[in-house]
């Protein structure tokens, strides 16, 4: 089975301090795929990111950076130098194959509230 | 490039009644994916399309339906609602491919059932 664990359901930060987002997820499959996603208030899914199995570079995107590790099934993500815009909700998410076939669909964790206050 | 357009962007129907909502996939983009999130159950996979066929489904049930067209739009059907069906419904679509494609959301029909 698949899934993905966000344990963190609310965390408030100050404006300029850095926070992570943690995000542990489960698959038998050999290929998949990880991605984040952020949800402001206005409701829209915003994709930041996405990992294939077979690339376990972290990256670095502006104030974003992505921590992924295969040896214990984690996608890290961190914000550093926070700002009051990034307050949302974070999700993660995981797509793997369909009995073998192709398929886009994402398991999302229960997401990760992220208050930012001036 | 446009986005991904869903209409109507609100609803309001009662218990027994049947709602269709309407997707509008980014241009060029042929795999459209239909996604429900509740406060309860957050987001949960409906059903796939790629190329009017219908690749994948989660486990709701029969009530809730969907299709393709030639044009890549997409629409579902949920049909004698309950309570329970009151939730953002979400619409993605993705360039086709084999899997693991980014999706792009689009902004939800919010849909209330009294």
């Known amino acids: 089975a698949q899934k993905v664990t966000q344990a963190q359901t609310e965390i408030s930060v100050v404006e300029k301090e850095d926070v992570t987002l943690d995000c542990v997820y489960e698959?038998?499959?050999?290929?998949?795929?990880l991605f984040w996603y952020k949800q402001p208030p206005s409701g829209e899914l915003v994709f930041l990111i996405r990992?294939?199995?077979?690339?376990?570079q972290n990256e670095i995107s502006g104030r974003y950076s992505w921590n992924f590790q295969k040896s214990t099934s984690s996608f890290n993500f961190t914000i550093t130098a926070s700002q009051v815009v990034d307050s949302a909700v974070y999700f993660c998410?995981?797509?793997?194959?369909?009995?073998?076939?192709?398929?886009?669909?994402?398991?999302f964790g229960t997401g990760t509230l992220l208050a930012v206050q001036p | 490039k446009a986005g991904v357009t869903q209409t109507p962007r609100y609803l309001i129907k009662t218990r027994g009644q049947q709602v269709t909502l309407s997707c509008s996939p980014i241009s060029g983009h042929r795999s459209v994916s239909w996604y429900q999130q509740t406060p309860g159950q957050g987001l949960q996979f409906l059903f796939e399309y790629f190329s009017e066929t219908q690749r994948n489904k989660g486990n709701f049930p029969g009530r809730f339906s969907g299709r393709q067209f030639s044009n890549s739009r997409s629409e579902m059907n949920v049909s004698t609602l309950e309570l329970g069906d009151s939730a953002l419904y979400l619409c993605a679509s993705s360039l086709p491919g084999t899997s693991g494609n980014e999706q792009f959301f689009g902004p939800g029909t919010r849909l209330t059932v009294l």
């Open positions: 698959t038998r499959d050999t290929t998949y795929y």
């Open positions: 990992r294939n199995s077979f690339d376990e």
């Open positions: 998410a995981l797509s793997g194959r369909h009995y073998g076939g192709a398929t886009n669909k994402l398991i």
